[in-house]
């Protein structure tokens, strides 16, 4: 059953979805890492392929940027197409001085400054947070690979060139690790829906000291931070 963004059927998506924003880092993770991978769906350009991994049905599918792409998108996956758990998979620009260009961030929870509660009409303030099946795995899977991790809180903004200077410094204040722009709607989705979700980050730049990783490198070098994510599809399966 095709929807407005997915050209697909039921059955074409595996249980766990891995979600990063860029369609080449969804083709660069199918094509490292999952057999006979197929191409699901096209639709815009959002690349999302379904393979196997340990021998373990796994999907990986493209978000786009920001909010309101990762709330359509995985909105659509867990309504329409059997999806369970969706686990967001990007870079991160780190705001802690403890958090370093390359570690892996797995976001505990994500405060965010966009209104897209409103539309559940919650009479005060949800906190969105990940499920906690999926956070426990992936904390064992950076264990086991030897990965330099943190676990706690990251941002999800809706500006990435804010007009206010101090505004990561406000967050930053409050023991918030890094920021990005997706996983406050996929956490809020998830639990509307009964579903479960997670966000796991590499810092690709820091907003303390200033390093950068260069575009080429977000899309194919944050390779620790895959195997992270595939272990626990493998793992959910159990």
């Known amino acids: 059953m095709a929807t407005p963004h997915?050209?697909?059927?039921?059955?074409?998506?595996?249980?766990?979805?891995?979600?990063?924003?860029?369609?080449?880092?969804?083709?660069?993770?199918?094509?490292?890492?999952?057999?006979?991978?197929?191409?699901?769906?096209?639709?815009?350009?959002?690349?999302?392929?379904?393979?196997?991994?340990?021998?373990?049905?796994?999907?990986?599918?493209?978000?786009?940027?920001?909010?309101?792409?990762?709330?359509?998108?995985?909105?659509?996956?867990?309504?329409?197409?059997?999806?369970?758990?969706?686990?967001?998979?990007?870079?991160?620009?780190?705001?802690?001085?403890?958090?370093?260009?390359?570690?892996?961030?797995?976001a505990q929870g994500a405060c965010t400054n966009s209104e897209y509660q409103s539309q559940f009409l919650i009479p005060g303030h949800f906190a969105p947070i990940a499920d906690y099946k999926l956070l426990s795995e992936a904390v064992k899977a950076s264990e086991n690979l030897g990965a330099r991790y943190h676990v706690g809180n990251a941002l999800s903004s809706d500006v990435f060139y804010n007009a206010d200077p101090t505004f990561n410094d406000k967050w930053a204040r409050m023991g918030v690790l890094c920021v990005e722009m997706e996983a406050a709607a996929l956490y809020m989705n998830a639990a509307y829906a009964g579903k479960r979700a997670l966000g796991i980050f590499t810092v690709s730049d820091s907003l303390v000291t200033g390093e950068a990783t260069t575009a080429e490198e977000r899309q194919n070098s944050f390779t620790q931070m895959m195997e992270v994510a595939l272990e626990v599809a493998v793992a959910m399966e159990k």
Request: glycine letters at 12%; a neutral charge; proline letters at 4%.
């Open 6 to 106: 997915i050209n697909a059927e039921v059955g074409d998506f595996g249980k766990t979805v891995l979600m990063p924003g860029d369609p080449l880092r969804s083709r660069f993770i199918a094509e490292t890492y999952l057999e006979d991978a197929k191409l699901v769906n096209n639709v815009r350009g959002v690349q999302g392929y379904t393979g196997t991994y340990k021998g373990v049905k796994v999907s990986v599918m493209a978000s786009g940027m920001g909010i309101p792409s990762i709330g359509i998108y995985s909105h659509e996956l867990f309504n329409f197409f059997g999806v369970e758990n969706i686990i967001r998979v990007g870079s991160t620009g780190a705001i802690s001085p403890d958090v370093k260009i390359r570690d892996i961030v797995i």
